[in-house]
């Protein structure tokens, strides 16, 4: 399982103030701190980019791959930046994402196509819905996989995000559950060993003390790893979910077990 | 996932020389401190028990359920023990357990039936091997169930513990992975939603700095969680892997969320 930071976002006040002044600089010591930290990857969680999207996503992606060989995941809805993502990258990139909204299936997804670029799929509804269950889940899964092969995308660029439902909705622990059946439920339904990623924070945003949230996902992450999960995107300071982290690599992936990988 | 005590063990010198002096008091100390720590049943582990092991294992039943409601788990090969426990329970006594061992049949097998009690199956070789992957794992399992049926024992009585391995045996991690896919496929290939246990602490056994083993118990836990197991054999008094037992069961079970549930 790759551990790609959430850690590079606009709400980050230093974020925005770097983007504001084009200064790569304090973007570049965030990264430096997730690669320490035990980042594989960084989010380049950049939000809407309402003005001059292509510019400050095309620095940041120069910013970051400047120091260090990270792949780089370009994060927003923003189509004209992502394609300045796109063109500014000199290692990997990956584009996140792309849903069944027309508007994206228009402008995001021929860009993987244009950049033969990976591309995360979202499974949520056209209109930004979160589905109830594994089966509606699979089902949408099914749909952007056509919509990769129509739009003549090699299907070893897709990386399926499942959508990780806030645990405090009325129904959280049931979307827990079905977000695992989800994952075990992919390979077969897609036909190939797809890749996936899922956004951890997502499970205790809005609410609950540190400790609990940490305990939180301390514990579903083994039970995504557990259930195929290939990437997950994380907040790459919470040292004890790192280690968590890296002990689920250890017990899934097969091998001679020796203590010091942990 | 109802949490089981492994702590009250004929190897803790404190339980060894309260069943040489035959005093409960020890025994109850030690209950008494695993209940407060958070288990929801205990172990009776006091080996193959050569010497008056049918007095000691029913001063052991007696001991707890003078003090406490939990159920207990009567952990011995010794027939001669189970059945003193059984005759001696005046609560919940679970069989813990029998393997297709021939001698474990004749003897053991039928003491579920006489005293109506659940009792669990290993999924092992009759000569006591471990099987190398799920799918030996779960022939074995269709095998026990089979003895359980030509025994005329309800299905419902029938626990499988698929023998969790040390992840340091050569093909360790591999074998943490063919558990997880064991407890997965047991319900569709029974055809009954079978409960089931498997004890934690096998897992890093033999080795590891203690920091070690409690970040691999606190993974794999999870894991076992996701895949369906629904008990666990664990060492009550690892504070932190109770926690995650606790996350794990608000993560599985549908339901509200509540923080205060953690």
Chains 1, 2 share one sequence.
Not at 113 to 140: C, M, T, W
Not at 219 to 248: E, Q, W
Request: contains cysteine; negative net charge.
């Amino acid at each position: 399982m790759i551990r790609v930071a959430d850690n590079l976002q606009i709400t980050h006040p230093t974020v925005e103030k770097a983007l504001q002044e084009m200064n790569p600089e304090p973007l570049q010591q965030i990264v430096r701190r997730c690669e320490k930290a035990g980042a594989q990857a960084i989010d380049i969680n950049f939000g809407p980019l309402p003005k001059e999207g292509a510019r400050k996503m095309a620095l940041g992606v120069e910013a970051i791959q400047d120091i260090c060989d990270l792949p780089v995941l370009i994060d927003t809805a923003n189509s004209e930046a992502i394609e300045a993502g796109l063109k500014a990258n000199r290692k990997t990139a990956i584009i996140n994402g792309f849903s069944l909204e027309s508007n994206k299936l228009e402008t995001i997804l021929p860009l993987a196509k244009k950049y033969q670029a990976d591309i995360i799929g979202f499974l949520l509804y056209p209109n930004g819905h979160v589905p109830a269950n594994a089966s509606e889940r699979l089902n949408i899964a099914i749909d952007i996989f056509t919509e990769m092969q129509k739009a003549g995308i090699d299907k070893e660029h897709l990386i399926i995000d499942p959508i990780i439902a806030p645990i405090i909705w009325q129904n959280g622990t049931s979307q827990a559950k079905e977000i695992l059946t989800t994952l075990q439920g992919l390979p077969e339904i897609l036909g190939f060993s797809v890749r996936s990623i899922a956004g951890l924070s997502n499970l205790t945003a809005g609410s609950g003390y540190y400790s609990q949230r940490i305990l939180l996902e301390k514990t579903y992450l083994p039970m995504l790893a557990a259930s195929g999960l290939t990437m997950v995107l994380m907040n790459i300071f919470h040292r004890d979910t790192v280690k968590v982290a890296r002990a689920c690599k250890v017990l899934t992936n097969p091998g001679v077990f020796a203590w010091e990988e942990l």
